[in-house]
């Protein structure tokens, strides 16, 4: 066993934060191979994981932060460390998770100034360009965000009364849909499941035809621009908007004058809103206990960790997209693997005191160094 191949799963401390990064038979996976897992205290309680399960799985459970921090030299959470964990870092520790560093500087500048790894898991990209880590997270929020529109739009929860699915003889609800990845694309098969007209926008007319073709001509899809966004969401009982680009901030894509003209009563989702969102009119984020708000007659939802709602699922999702990053750095080392493996290395973003993303960098002014000069040679 590699000594640097000591894991700790945390307890989450995002407000309303209810996953856990590995659960049980992700553990034992890693202990039977000699590995140590080390679990705080109830980290897996609101995903429905015990602290008996982990200890049959293999893993020792560590009753406070501090010392699971002060024992692992790799750190493996769903959300971006939170402020009481910077004074836990560090120097050359490893903590994989998802962080989002566009859109917050004072955690980036906590990682440089400790020195460690960070890698962030939304970074991770494999040789076709595609970010295996933010999938199953993204299949989530898509599927629920459809959900939660069904629900606030039941006049009782403050929306216009209309059943999405309709009834023989009145017309179903609409559901619009800016951005054609995998968020959009899973919004789209609940919406279409539920029995909704389904509207999806993107400017990536191959994103288009290949949603026409899997939904057989069942949903529409449009060319995103101004014009077209006007036009859908005005028509919109639902929009839900999903447009992300990889380490920078969301794209803001539609303004207030858009929102001012949607229906009343109608309901806004923005998925993207963990990178800074894709509506003006979303000028602060909501919670799980505390979901929506309403502006200009629209009710506006904008919670930033949407898979929380579901746990389990979710815990089981993402434990199952990060093992074989983590069973590679169980294998190799965390620094080797970094080296060996290119798509685990798109997913560090700071290193030693340097960042070693481009886009990072250049959003927040620091220099950027390539990881390959830190790290001894090419990554392959």
Not at 275 to 287: L, M, P, R
Not at 355 to 372: K, P, R, W
Request: with cysteine.
């Amino acid at each position: 066993m590699k000594l640097n191949s000591v894991f700790g799963v945390p307890k989450e401390l995002k407000k309303d934060e209810n996953r856990v990064a590995l659960t049980p038979d992700s553990v034992k996976i890693l202990t039977e191979d000699n590995h140590l897992v080390y679990v705080e205290k109830k980290a897996g309680l609101l995903s429905g994981f015990s602290d008996e399960m982990y200890i049959e799985a293999g893993a020792k459970i560590v009753d406070t932060k501090e010392e699971l921090w002060n024992t692992a030299n790799i750190i493996v959470k769903v959300k971006e460390p939170q402020k009481e964990e910077y004074q836990l870092f560090k120097e050359d520790q490893i903590i994989f998770s998802y962080m989002h560093l566009a859109v917050d500087k004072e955690l980036t500048q906590n990682l440089i100034d400790k020195k460690v790894c960070a890698i962030c898991a939304e970074s991770i990209r494999d040789k076709n360009g595609e970010f295996p880590v933010l999938r199953p997270m993204s299949e989530v929020a898509g599927r629920l965000a459809i959900q939660l529109g069904a629900h606030f739009l039941e006049q009782v929860n403050g929306g216009s009364g209309v059943l999405l699915g309709g009834v023989p003889g009145v017309q179903p609800g609409k559901v619009v849909i800016i951005g054609g990845g995998v968020v959009g694309t899973n919004a789209a098969k609940v919406a279409l499941g539920m029995g909704a007209d389904v509207s999806v926008l993107d400017i990536n007319s191959k994103s288009l035809a290949m949603l026409d073709l899997v939904f057989n001509g069942g949903i529409k899809t449009h060319y995103c621009n101004s014009t077209t966004i006007l036009e859908e969401a005005k028509k919109a009982d639902i929009l839900v908007t999903a447009v992300l680009k990889p380490n920078q901030k969301a794209p803001l894509l539609v303004s207030e004058d858009v929102v001012k003209q949607m229906k009343k009563g109608s309901f806004l989702i923005d998925v993207a809103i963990d990178q800074g969102g894709n509506v003006e009119t979303v000028d602060k984020v909501t919670s799980l206990t505390n979901p929506v708000y309403e502006k200009h007659g629209v009710i506006h939802c904008a919670i930033p960790n949407i898979p929380s709602l579901t746990p389990k699922t979710s815990s089981y999702a993402y434990s199952y997209a990060i093992l074989p990053y983590i069973t590679k750095i169980a294998e190799l080392g965390g620094f080797s693997a970094i080296k060996e493996i290119q798509e685990l290395a798109y997913g560090v973003n700071v290193f030693r005191g340097k960042v070693t993303n481009a886009d990072l960098a250049s959003i927040f002014g620091y220099n950027h160094t390539e990881l390959s000069l830190l790290v001894g040679f090419k990554v392959k």
